[in-house]
């Protein structure tokens, strides 16, 4: 079975400049969580998507947009970049409705690694 | 509120046993996680603990006190291949997304 995949892998953009990332789960996970990790703050959770549907948010400013389709692949948006946006962004992806035992873990996509210049 | 501390670095030697602790504070509890994590890669996952006790994988065990808000990784028969940061994660109910503490660097030495 395929894991999380992620483009594009690196991306190079400018002050003011917007972005989009992509992200597809797992066959069959159905919840995608994204996450920012900076060397300063580590991994931070922006948002996570279950059902098209966005569960939770992080402490992100409204520049940070997301969504999920139906067939669960998701995209997350930055616009007006920052210099402080340059982080690598990963994507989790678990399973849902496994049962009252199930962990539900999350597994990570290999990221996008955004520079804002 | 949410804290989850973790040491920031670590040493230790190829062969031996190393424990990283982890404490948290969280508004909620679900599960308490561990992921490996080698520089320029995704978090892999390690090890996954929702009641107290100890869980064995292999060369790697992880230990969970929920009263005391508590848990380490267990590293045995380190290998050079260990040197990565190791993360600590909790879930709170009613989300799969995780709060990460900072992480542990470990750097095993020959």
């Known amino acids: 079975k395929a894991g999380v995949t992620q483009t594009p892998r690196y991306l190079i953009k400018t002050r003011g400049q917007q972005v989009t990332l992509s992200c597809s789960p797992i066959s069959g996970h159905r919840s995608v969580s994204w996450y920012q990790q900076t060397p300063g703050q580590g991994l931070q959770f922006l948002f996570e998507y279950f059902s098209e549907t966005q569960r939770n948010k992080g402490n992100f400013p409204g520049r940070f947009s997301g969504r999920q389709f139906s067939n669960s692949r998701s995209e997350m948006n930055v616009s007006t970049l920052e210099l402080g946006d340059s982080a690598l962004y990963l994507c989790?992806?678990?399973?849902?409705?496994?049962?009252?035992?199930?962990?539900?873990?999350?597994?990570f996509g290999p990221g996008t690694r955004l520079t804002v210049l | 509120g949410q804290n989850i501390d973790q040491p920031t670095e670590m040493t230790a030697t190829e062969g031996a046993i190393v424990q990283i602790n982890c404490t948290y504070q969280?508004?909620?509890?679900?599960?308490l996680f561990w992921y490996q994590q080698h520089a320029g890669e995704a978090p892999t996952f390690l090890s996954y603990n929702v009641l107290d006790g100890l869980e064995e994988k292999g060369r790697f065990s992880s230990f969970l006190s929920r009263s005391k808000g508590y848990s380490y990784l267990l590293l045995k028969e380190l290998q050079m291949k260990d040197s990565a940061s190791y993360l600590c994660?909790?879930?709170?109910?009613?989300?799969?997304?995780?709060?990460f503490g900072s992480g542990t660097r470990l750097q095993v030495q020959p």
């Open positions: 994660a909790v879930r709170e109910p009613g989300r799969r997304a995780l709060t």
């Open positions: 969280t508004s909620g509890f679900n599960g």
């Open positions: 989790a992806s678990s399973l849902e409705g496994g049962g009252p035992r199930a962990t539900d873990t999350q597994y």
